[in-house]
């Protein structure tokens, strides 16, 4: 198990890096410190025959192409200062409301124009030996109209059990909205084809309800024998058809409250391997790349967009700020925000 940094491109005048994580199975993980964005993720399949498996690029330029800009797609980055969509773009705290950046419409989306996923975060010092990296970030008040100067911490652990453990810290100098993610998109079959016939096994009997505007309205809804009620697992592209569309569901784990618990399965047949979700969060938004642009494509030529990727975002609600009650939408002063999300694959 090991670490090692390469060069990655230049940003401002500042310098980026890509790290590479790798285990003793053959897995390895590239995380750069732009955006703290997961960039790579190679897995073997059944017969050994290592293949990537997530949507992202070799080459720095690429994620300042005007397709990938145009598109924002956000692969692999470390989403924040608040994840998915807050409605109307502003948000009442303390007595006081702030405004945001409007960007999906009249919302704010993932922490605004420059949010986490797009700043040089700094690394920590780290045993090259060991597959692990620690990244901070210093987020200043008011920065994207969010108040509070923050410190957030995320860490990368990559383990011989080919679990990619992410870990989350922050804390802040005055009350403030805050949850992170990672907005990383899958297909287990080395994008050999779409991801379709991957099966996927939710552990929730519950949504949210989004309004017209795709913000969380604060109302959830039971999925109990609907074709999105996936506790006994399902073939995504059948439930698509169902549906008529893709999924961007925020399913939600109330029962789990906020110990770290498998929340989700998903299994691709063909290649064999199978990717496992665990979480301390209260939810997770499932996203099947519906409105990710074809024209997408790693430099090697692997083909991205409409169904060619899955997210699976662990997260505090989307709108929460503006949510009566939401559970730990907004960090106070003087707390430390935690929280853990593991990948785990199998194969």
């Excluded at 987020?139 to 080919?162: M, R």
């Excluded at 960090?331 to 935690?338: A, P, T």
Aim: aromatic fraction near 12%; hydrophobic fraction near 30%; charge should be negative.
């Amino acid at each position: 198990m090991k670490t090692a940094a390469t060069y990655f491109g230049k940003l401002e005048g500042k310098e980026v890096q890509r790290f590479t994580l790798q285990n003793d199975n053959g897995m390895s993980v590239k995380i750069s410190n732009y955006g703290a964005t997961i960039t790579s993720i190679l897995v073997p399949d059944r017969s050994g025959e290592r293949s990537e498996i997530v949507c992202g690029f070799d080459t720095f330029k690429s994620y300042f192409s005007s397709d990938y800009q145009s598109n924002a797609p956000y692969f692999g980055g470390t989403v924040g200062r608040y994840c998915s969509q807050i409605k109307d773009a502003k948000f009442l705290l303390n007595d006081e409301e702030y405004q945001l950046a409007q960007m999906v419409g009249e919302n704010n989306l993932h922490g605004g124009q420059i949010g986490f996923d797009k700043k040089i975060w700094q690394v920590q010092p780290y045993d090259g030996y060991a597959a692990q990296l620690k990244m901070t970030l210093q987020s200043g008040h008011l920065e994207e109209g969010f108040p509070g100067n923050v410190e957030a911490t995320v860490k990368f652990t990559l383990t011989d059990e080919n679990e990619l453990r992410i870990d989350y810290q922050a804390t802040t100098d005055a009350d403030t909205p805050f949850t992170m993610t990672n907005h990383t998109y899958f297909n287990l079959s080395g994008f050999v084809e779409d991801i379709e016939g991957h099966r996927v096994q939710i552990h929730s009997d519950k949504k949210q309800v989004w309004d017209e505007t795709g913000a969380a309205t604060g109302e959830t809804v039971s999925v109990s024998n609907a074709p999105d009620d996936l506790r006994e697992g399902k073939l995504i592209g059948e439930v698509h058809k169902a549906m008529g569309d893709g999924f961007e569901h925020f399913y939600l784990f109330e029962a789990k409250g906020f110990d770290l618990d498998k929340v989700a399965k998903i299994h691709e047949p063909k290649s064999g391997r199978t990717l496992e979700i665990l979480t301390t969060e209260p939810g997770m938004l499932f996203y099947t790349s519906k409105y990710t642009s074809d024209a997408l494509k790693r430099e090697s030529g692997l083909q991205y967009g409409k169904f060619r990727g899955f997210c699976c975002e662990t997260h505090q609600y989307p709108n929460g700020p503006n949510i009566p009650d939401s559970p730990k939408s907004i960090l106070k002063k003087g707390e430390i925000y935690d929280s853990t999300t593991i990948f785990k694959f199998d194969w």
